[in-house]
């Protein structure tokens, strides 16, 4: 049930801030040289509501959900996974107890659980990551015409290691 309630909540919480990523991902990649600022550097994404209104006028309101597909596989896989592995790792690792028989390292145990959780949500779902950051990245003319020719592309110019290219840092992230 905890993986169901976590992959469930992924999927809605994807959903709902979606705009918010195509936003960010937007402001990013825009570039302003050291001398000037976003107001007189002439760029069109200026702020979050504006960015929003610029993109749905432009490219039109579904564009707010553009790359949504593989966030949401991802999210949905890193909640699942990380609910799961956090409620199994509760029930395996023990809680110390004192001689007065009241738990002992209670919160380190829940941390443990937790960093295990997010470590395993990580592994499990990297690659999804990998392509997303890889699509997001990606400028005019388009590298990757798709998903699945994406993954053909990578799996061929990088083998399977390469779906997990950053993996340690993002390890050490979580942790």
Known sequence: RSAVAGGMSGLITRAMVAPLDVVKIRLQLQVVSRNQTIATSGHKYRGILKTMMTVAREEGIRSLWKGNLIAELL????????????????????????????????????????????????VATYPLDFLRTR??????????KGLLGGITMIYAAEGASGFFRGLAPALIQVV
């Open 135 to 144: 699509f997001a990245a990606q400028s005019e003319p388009k590298v990757y």
């Open 75 to 122: 999210w949905g896989a890193y909640m699942s996974c990380q609910f799961f592995t956090y409620t199994t790792l509760r029930n395996i690792v023990p809680v110390y107890k004192g001689d007065d028989g009241k738990q002992k390292f209670r919160t380190a145990r829940d941390l443990l659980c937790g960093a295990g959780a997010g470590m395993a949500g990580t």
